[in-house]
């Protein structure tokens, strides 16, 4: 997302704002009802739109972190993944006070949402 730009998540084509809001509500359409090419049109040309959100964020609307689910849930990989987040919400002028002291990032359980191949539903997993 450069500066907010709606992407679409699977196929990364700018998208349009209606297809943006469908792709937040996960749990509400199947992965083929959030079809590009259904949704938005094959040729249809999409004019760049951004994620209101962005309006409202002080320190601009960029990444600071790729996180990957994957590497947090997987045991061998997950104590780096769960560091990237803590160092990230610690410099967080917002945050940074409220982060528990990293020696203790490697215990703490975190529950995750997982959701299944179709995007149909998410439950959650403790680990």
Not at 64 to 90: C, F, M, P, Q, W
């Amino acid at each position: 997302m450069e500066g907010g730009l709606l992407r679409d998540i699977f196929t990364h084509k700018t998208t349009t704002k209606e297809h943006w809001d469908m792709l937040m509500m996960p749990t509400v359409y199947t992965r083929a009802e959030l079809d590009y090419d259904l949704v938005v049109g094959a040729d249809t040309v999409v004019e760049d739109a951004y994620d209101p959100h962005c309006a409202t964020v002080t320190e601009g609307c960029a990444p600071v972190a790729v996180i990957s689910a994957e590497n947090l849930r997987d045991y061998s990989r997950g104590k780096a993944e769960t560091a990237l987040i803590g160092n990230v919400l610690k410099r967080n002028s917002k945050m940074g006070d409220y982060v528990i002291e990293d020696e203790t990032w490697d215990c703490s359980k975190f529950f995750l949402p997982v959701l299944d191949l179709d995007l149909n539903s998410a439950l959650f997993q403790y680990f």
